[in-house]
């Protein structure tokens, strides 16, 4: 059987005399080879299904990577710039940032409607003057009431908590979604607000949705 | 005890418990492979990885869940399959507990991320994720 796999002229030793003549006729790389080999054997009979889970794992990323060049709301595998996580691609440009002068700017001409999507409760212990309360975490509950309600070419200006708040980024998406063209991040949010001395009220309740 | 063993072991209730788990896993993964901007929104909360391997995760996770499932249906590779799916439910059920642990309140995630059906995380939802975990080991050990 392994004479066929040999080239002509080839010829197989039986064991003893391989030992016996101290393994001459195997090129150098021999052991090395049987020893892989052994060790590949072993792996394979031990860790078959880690060895299957693995190219399973493989066929996944693939599709993954496939599927999401295609999908319209695919999402780069790098968040975008601001670490903003789950954007898609095409919304990237729509949902531009600004920091907290350029929104104290257009607060003081009054040009922008600003939407605080923080908790009711943090709304109501202090938050800028004249914002809207839309706690994202309410979305699907107070929206339905406040739709139409808000002119669609209207500037608005998202904010959350701070760095790591992905509320305001998501009240975006779904604002976008919406038919709203005019939407603006405020970067870091309340957190960049209140650092600059910018005006905040404490008056509980006066604008939620 | 002996019974209970051969049913265990039995190959056609291993390959009952295989389509169950992978069918759970196939349906779980459909609207997060839909919709991963959003699944990134429901990992983000569960404030678990560094923001630069979120979106990443979001992309994978589902995929992986809907290749081990339509290995597990059609019983291919059961073994590794099985594997994977104890892998994803084990870091399903971490997940979960961190949330509760930390009192976050958050969208699980498990199965709607795009709908507003999805239920809070819970653990209720870790207690439901624990025959799926013994499911799912049984294939990987004995499948």
Known sequence: ML?????????????????ASGDRACPSFCPIGRAAAGLWRLGARRFSHALRAGALLCIAVTAAAV???????GIPWLPSPGNRVGIPRAFESSLPEINAAEALTLYQA??????????????????????????QREWAKLWPALKGKIAKDRLL????????????????????EEGYGKL?????????????GDPTVKHPKAGNA | MAALRR????????????IVVGVVLVYASLDKIARPDRFADIVHDYDML????????ALLMPWTEMVAGAALILGVWRRGAGLMATALT???????????????KIECGCFEVSGMSSSEASWSLFARDVPLLLGAVLVWRRG
């Open chain 1, 3 to 19: 004479r066929s796999f040999l080239p002509s002229g080839a010829t197989v030793h039986p064991a003893s005399s391989r030992q």
């Open chain 1, 67 to 73: 599927w999401n060049a295609f999908l319209p709301l």
């Open chain 1, 110 to 135: 009054g040009e922008a409607l600003f939407v605080d999507s923080r908790d009711r409760k943090d709304y109501d212990k202090e938050h800028i003057p004249g914002a809207l309360n839309l706690p």
């Open chain 1, 157 to 176: 200006v998202l904010y959350c908590y701070g760095a790591h708040c992905g509320l305001s980024t998501r009240q975006g998406k779904a604002l976008l």
């Open chain 1, 184 to 196: 603006v991040i405020l970067d870091y949010g309340w957190e960049a607000w209140t650092k600059a």
């Open chain 2, 7 to 18: 049913l265990l072991t039995h190959p056609i209730f291993l390959r009952a418990v295989g």
């Open chain 2, 50 to 57: 560094p923001l630069l391997a979120i979106n990443a995760f």
């Open chain 2, 90 to 104: 084990v870091a399903f059920m971490i997940a979960i507990a961190q949330a509760e642990l930390r009192g976050l």
